[in-house]
Structure formats: structure tokens, C-alpha cells
């Protein structure tokens, strides 16, 4: 995945005006998102690989830096670039952490977790990458093109980890629950209560008046993260395929369903843990 064009909009808040070259792409990350397991005081490890698609040797400063969560709903996390350095942060290095990439090449990194001896839950950051031409058009002047970075979170495999979440809501969107027609917007709202983060995953099954299944519909298909003390909402739609018919008429009769209907959804976090809810 390409990180410029999706951080520049918080690089610009954080860091001041961000330049990119003409037909420059990105610097990219292979994972965009690093998922460990670790015990406390025993070092883990993870590869990290750095392509340059900028068109030019660059200069790539990493950093571990703390994540923003207050968009955690939506699953927008942000770095908090000041924290760089912050012994909170002193369970995560990377080296080589200063080098040139040149342009088309690949470089590999090693992340290293040290989770401290009495931690538990989760320990969420991120790798703050900031680049920037080795050379630009004036002597002396720097170019700062932007700062992008994976994610990393390590879950720390003690008796004191807790994996607790639960369903916060289940709606469809608007608050409406009387439809003529699909595509039907719905959310789920998942809440991780624990001190460990949850990738919940589940299933909306739609039954008729008879109770006959006659749809299903997946949720958080991506395996994406709730962060511990967070709550994200899942956004679906119910036969969004019908959005291709021209009209209102032709989405209502191309599969005629006559209320009420039942929606019921069930999420699991792990194995034996499972949630569910209905409207």
C-alpha cells in the first residue's frame, strides 16, 4: 500500500508545509502493519522492508513514536511525532534507524519489541519514517516531503492480559428501519473493554418472516484492530451490488422482500468468545 497519498493530509498538520518533487510516488512499507506476540522481557523481532518510489535517493530517518487514537471509531490513527524519544517508548527500536535509499531500492530493518518485565495488554506505536531528498534545487535548502510508517502492535502474553469486547451497537445507518429498497447501510459497533488489542470478525444473517436465512453478510473482512479502551465501528452494506441498477424501481423489484425482516450479528474475538445482536 501507498502511505503518501493517505498521511500527507496529517503531515501537514503535524510537521508544517510538506513538498513533494514532480513525479514523485512514496516511500513504502512491507507489512503496513506489523501484529507480535511477546513475552514480557524477552526480546522479539520483526523484518521491516523499505522501497523508495520517489525517483530520487532519499534520505529515510525511523523513529518509534506514539499513536493518536482520538479517531479510533473510524480506525484513523495518527503519529504523535513529538513523542519521538519518550522513555514510554523505550520497548521499541529499530535499526538501522538513519540511511539513504536510492531511488527503485529496497532496504530491510529490523524492528525489535522488548516488552518490560512487569508489562501487560497491548503495546501499541508506530515507526515515524521521514524523508526527503538527498539533493534538491538550491544549496543549502531542504525539501521535506513527508512522513509515513507502520503500525506496530504486540500483544504481551502475560496472566494480567485481559481479552475482554463486546457488540456497542448494531443499526442501520440513519437510524431508519424502514427500507423500500437496497442497498441497506448498516454498523457495527465493537468495544474492547480488555487491555488487549482485538481484530473482531463476524457475520450478519438476514432471515425472513419465516425465518428463513435468505443473506449474509461478512464483517470486518480485513481483520482490522480495535485498540484496548477503544470502541470502531464497522461500516456494511446489505446488497450493495443493487447501487448498479439505474433506478429506485429496479433495485425494489429485482429482489423482492416484504418485511419484517430480522437481522441478527455475531462477532468473535477468539475462539470461545463470541458476541450478538439483533434488530
Not at 520483526?46 to 506514539?66: A, D, H, Q
Request: hydrophobic share 40%.
Amino acid at each position: 500500500m501507498k502511505h503518501w497519498r493517505t498521511i500527507l493530509p496529517t503531515c501537514v498538520i503535524i510537521v508544517g508545509t510538506v513538498l513533494a518533487p514532480s513525479g514523485v510516488d512514496a516511500l513504502t512499507f512491507t507489512p503496513e502493519r506489523i501484529d507480535s506476540s511477546v513475552y514480557p522481557g524477552v526480546s522479539h523481532t520483526e523484518k521491516l522492508t523499505l522501497f523508495n518510489e520517489t525517483g530520487e535517493s532519499t534520505s529515510v530517518v525511523l523513529e518509534p513514536v506514539s499513536l493518536d487514537i482520538i479517531d479510533a471509531a473510524s480506525g484513523k490513527f495518527s503519529f504523535l511525532l513529538d513523542s519521538a524519544g519518550e522513555s514510554s517508548l523505550s520497548w521499541l527500536s529499530v535499526t538501522p534507524n538513519q540511511f539513504v535509499l536510492g531511488s527503485g531500492e529496497k532496504r530491510n530493518v529490523t524492528i525489535e519489541v522488548l516488552a518490560p518485565e512487569t508489562s501487560s495488554g497491548s503495546l501499541t506505536a508506530g515507526i515515524a519514517a521521514t524523508f526527503r531528498p538527498v539533493s534538491s534545487g538550491e544549496q543549502g535548502d531542504i525539501e521535506l516531503i513527508g512522513v509515513t510508517g507502520p503500525y506496530i502492535f504486540a500483544e504481551v502474553l502475560s496472566k494480567d492480559s485481559v481479552r475482554q469486547g463486546f457488540i456497542e451497537s448494531f443499526r442501520a445507518m440513519g437510524g431508519s428501519k424502514w427500507f423500500s429498497s437496497q442497498p441497506v447501510p448498516l454498523s457495527v459497533s465493537f468495544a474492547n473493554n480488555g487491555n488487549v488489542h482485538l481484530k473482531p470478525s463476524g457475520t450478519i444473517v438476514v432471515r425472513d418472516i419465516f425465518g428463513r436465512i435468505i443473506d449474509e453478510i461478512v464483517v470486518n473482512e480485513e481483520q482490522r484492530t480495535v485498540l484496548a479502551g477503544t470502541t470502531r465501528t464497522f461500516e456494511v452494506v446489505w446488497g450493495a451490488n443493487a447501487e448498479e441498477r439505474t433506478s429506485g424501481l429496479q433495485r425494489e423489484f429485482h429482489k423482492l422482500l416484504v418485511g419484517p425482516l430480522r437481522l441478527t450479528v455475531e462477532m468473535t474475538y477468539d475462539e470461545d468468545a463470541s458476541q450478538s445482536a439483533q434488530i
